[in-house]
């Protein structure tokens, strides 16, 4: 087609989606944050892949992970390969294995399933036998676990969605763990290159296991409400410039402790230097609560996407 009509602005631009979709892609992040009691953790990742087929990918990915207080300091180290295909505009899947990189092993396989029938629902199934999903210090006690997840989402239109999600986390130590989030997501504003939109997120979360050496309440439930505002100052050629502000807060209550409010603030940029590079941070100012104490906290994380 192109080389039929190579004058034709609409048919370069089909062009060069297709030729994107087949280039390799590398995606690196890093995360970092610090609370007052002492905690610092510092998280990287990366994730290479390389186009088969246009339905078709592989994939390798590893990452870092270190937790340390005023007592300890934890690692963990993974790498991992894996799959990706989309059989057609409804059915897609992926398959990944991966093992800890220090020389204990621990191979894990995650299966993922994506089903979106039409445009307005999506359905999610994923199992991980060996999910990065655990405490740090859970780890730091020879703890594993396996994780089933199973999430819907109705979308009626760009503006509203709704998203229910349920999970459960089967521990070595013979705590499960069940968690649940229903979220609402509302468009409230949209002019030109500014949108305001609201998330509301109602998350519960219970686990069968009490005397356990990493932060496990019995029984947790929040309320989050967020507000986020955004603009984009420039978008042409490729090139782009978008950030946004967080305001999100609400009350949360863990059984045997009284209710406290938990919230913060959270600024982003999104830089498009061309359509094969970008870059985002952001950086995120929170109060938490653990076991009825108030605990605030920074983190600051940083990606980088190139397609070569």
Same mark, same amino acid.
């Given at each position: 087609?192109?080389?039929?009509?190579? #004058?034709?602005?609409?048919?370069?631009?089909?062009?060069?989606?297709?030729?994107? !979709?087949?280039?390799?892609?590398?995606?690196?992040?890093? $995360? %970092?944050?610090?609370?007052? &009691?002492?905690?610092?953790?510092?998280?990287?990742?990366? #994730?290479?892949?390389?186009?088969?087929?246009?339905?078709?990918?592989?994939?390798?990915?590893?990452?870092?992970?270190?937790?340390?207080?005023?007592?300890?300091?934890? @690692?963990?180290?993974?790498?991992?390969?894996?799959?990706?295909? !989309?059989?057609?505009?409804?059915?897609?899947?992926? !398959?990944?294995?991966?093992?800890?990189?220090?020389?204990? =092993?621990? %191979?894990?396989?995650?299966?993922?399933?994506?089903?979106?029938?039409?445009?307005? $629902?999506?359905?999610?199934?994923?199992?991980?036998?060996?999910?990065?999903?655990?405490?740090?210090?859970?780890?730091?006690?020879?703890? /594993?676990?396996?994780?089933?997840?199973?999430?819907?989402? *109705?979308?009626?239109?760009?503006?509203?969605?709704?998203?229910? !999600?349920?999970? /459960?986390? $089967?521990?070595?130590?013979?705590?499960?763990?069940?968690?649940?989030?229903?979220?609402?997501?509302?468009?409230?504003?949209?002019?030109?290159?500014?949108?305001?939109?609201?998330?509301? &997120?109602? *998350?519960? %979360?219970?686990?069968?296991?009490?005397?356990?050496?990493?932060?496990?309440?019995? #029984?947790? *439930?929040?309320?989050?409400?967020?507000?986020?505002?955004?603009?984009?100052?420039?978008?042409? @050629?490729?090139?782009?410039?978008?950030?946004?502000?967080?305001?999100?807060?609400?009350?949360?209550?863990? /059984?045997?402790?009284?209710?406290?409010?938990?919230?913060?603030?959270?600024? +982003?940029? +999104?830089?498009?230097?061309?359509?094969? #590079?970008?870059?985002?941070?952001?950086?995120?100012?929170?109060?938490?609560?653990?076991?009825?104490?108030?605990?605030?906290?920074?983190?600051?994380?940083?990606?980088?996407?190139? =397609?070569?």
């Amino acid at each position: 087609m192109l080389k039929l009509r190579p #004058r034709d602005k609409d048919v370069q631009d089909v062009a060069r989606v297709l030729e994107l !979709e087949q280039m390799r892609e590398l995606n690196t992040h890093v $995360w %970092m944050s610090r609370e007052q &009691d002492g905690t610092r953790d510092i998280s990287f990742g990366t #994730r290479f892949t390389q186009p088969i087929t246009l339905r078709t990918r592989l994939f390798a990915l590893g990452w870092w992970d270190r937790a340390k207080d005023k007592t300890s300091t934890e @690692y963990f180290k993974r790498l991992g390969i894996g799959l990706e295909h !989309e059989f057609n505009s409804t059915f897609k899947v992926l !398959e990944q294995v991966s093992w800890n990189s220090d020389g204990t =092993k621990d %191979m894990g396989a995650l299966t993922s399933i994506t089903v979106t029938p039409d445009d307005y $629902w999506t359905f999610d199934f994923s199992f991980d036998s060996c999910t990065d999903q655990v405490p740090m210090r859970a780890r730091a006690n020879g703890i /594993r676990a396996k994780k089933i997840d199973v999430g819907l989402t *109705y979308r009626e239109s760009e503006s509203c969605s709704l998203h229910f !999600e349920l999970s /459960r986390s $089967w521990f070595s130590d013979h705590n499960n763990r069940n968690e649940g989030l229903l979220g609402y997501e509302q468009g409230l504003y949209v002019k030109n290159n500014k949108k305001l939109r609201l998330f509301v &997120d109602l *998350y519960g %979360m219970g686990n069968s296991k009490q005397d356990t050496p990493y932060y496990n309440p019995q #029984r947790l *439930y929040s309320l989050t409400l967020r507000l986020m505002g955004e603009q984009i100052l420039y978008r042409m @050629y490729g090139r782009g410039f978008v950030h946004r502000l967080y305001i999100y807060m609400g009350p949360q209550k863990q /059984r045997d402790y009284s209710t406290g409010l938990t919230g913060g603030l959270r600024y +982003e940029q +999104e830089i498009d230097f061309c359509d094969t #590079r970008s870059l985002y941070w952001g950086v995120d100012a929170a109060r938490n609560i653990y076991d009825g104490d108030s605990v605030n906290g920074l983190s600051i994380d940083i990606g980088y996407r190139v =397609k070569f």
